[in-house]
């Protein structure tokens, strides 16, 4: 009697931690985009980004290894994190890659068609099922993080252009969006502390392959100090910690409601940004926040079906 208490307190308490560990890896998402824009003036994205995983992936060794003492082998079946890890380095790469050819704020909306791709890859490889409240939450969410992104300029929005810029960050998109899912499919017992790790690992040398001529040019000692802040930042907060939450949160809810955490990424960032003295956001951007977090909020409290 005991245990059959015991098993669904430990699985409510388990949902409770996922959700909050996708809290904080929106939060720690959002800082990034301070910490990158302070170091990109001085160092191209592809080292950047390259440096930044190669940290994380050091980090999370000493952890894993030197702290929780988890076996130093590899896993069963490694090429399942290099799996994982390509494509969170496409991901990465599509990402910057759009950059240099669009607005930020054209490939943040292409980002919202990720919670919704998720939820249809999740079906077709977890057979996990999206309920109608939990469909709607999505959509509404992703139509408050459009607004948000837009600044509630509907002129901004019905002249959106899908451009080569979109399209190839879209690319990246589907490739996050199969993420979440693969994380748990692929899954063979390893601890998330150990999956985080060597996907990291995979997704260093896919992304140093890509960009090793960048890598090579930069002149690395010579380095303003700001960047190595910025990088300190990328590295244990947007990278390693939020890559052990997400990899956490995979394991333990629906795919859908994983990515759909990232709409809260806008909201972070308008208060990131009143809090730094730059600006407050508008009434009706404030709209589209609350309806996210309200979205956002049904989602969370609505059963998963798993």
């Not at 919670?115 to 939990?134: E, H, N, S």
């Not at 002129?155 to 996050?176: H, N, Q, R, S, T």
């Amino acid at each position: 009697m005991t245990q059959s208490i015991a098993a669904p307190r430990l699985a409510r308490r388990d949902t409770i931690l996922a959700h909050l560990a996708m809290l904080a890896f929106a939060a720690m998402i959002a800082g990034s985009f301070t910490a990158g824009a302070l170091a990109v003036p001085y160092i191209e994205p592809v080292p950047l980004n390259a440096l930044r995983f190669l940290l994380a992936t050091l980090i999370m060794g000493v952890v894993a290894f030197g702290v929780v003492r988890e076996p130093a082998r590899l896993p069963r079946a490694p090429w399942r994190m290099v799996v994982l890890g390509a494509l969170n380095a496409v991901y990465f790469v599509t990402m910057f890659i759009a950059l240099t050819m669009t607005a930020p704020v054209a490939t943040s909306a292409v980002f919202t068609l990720i919670p919704l791709m998720a939820a249809a890859i999740a079906y077709f490889i977890l057979k996990q099922r999206v309920g109608p409240t939990v469909l709607l939450s999505l959509v509404l969410a992703g139509l408050g993080s459009i607004w948000v992104i837009f600044r509630g300029d509907l002129a901004a929005i019905a002249g959106f252009d899908i451009g080569k810029g979109e399209l190839i960050y879209l690319v990246g998109c589907i490739c996050y969006a199969f993420h979440a899912p693969l994380v748990r499919h692929l899954n063979r017992g390893e601890s998330a502390l150990l999956s985080s790790f060597w996907t990291l690992a995979a997704a260093t040398v896919c992304i140093a392959l890509f960009g090793l001529g960048d890598i090579v040019a930069t002149d690395w000692l010579h380095l303003p100090a700001i960047v190595w802040w910025a990088l300190a930042y990328l590295a244990i907060f947007s990278t390693a910690i939020s890559f052990f939450c997400l990899q956490y949160a995979s394991l333990r809810l629906p795919a859908s409601k994983v990515l759909a955490y990232g709409y809260l990424t806008p909201v972070f960032v308008i208060i990131y940004e009143g809090l730094l003295g730059h600006g407050w956001a508008s009434l009706s951007v404030a709209g589209g926040a609350v309806v996210i977090v309200l979205g956002l909020l049904v989602l969370a409290l609505t059963p998963d079906h798993r």
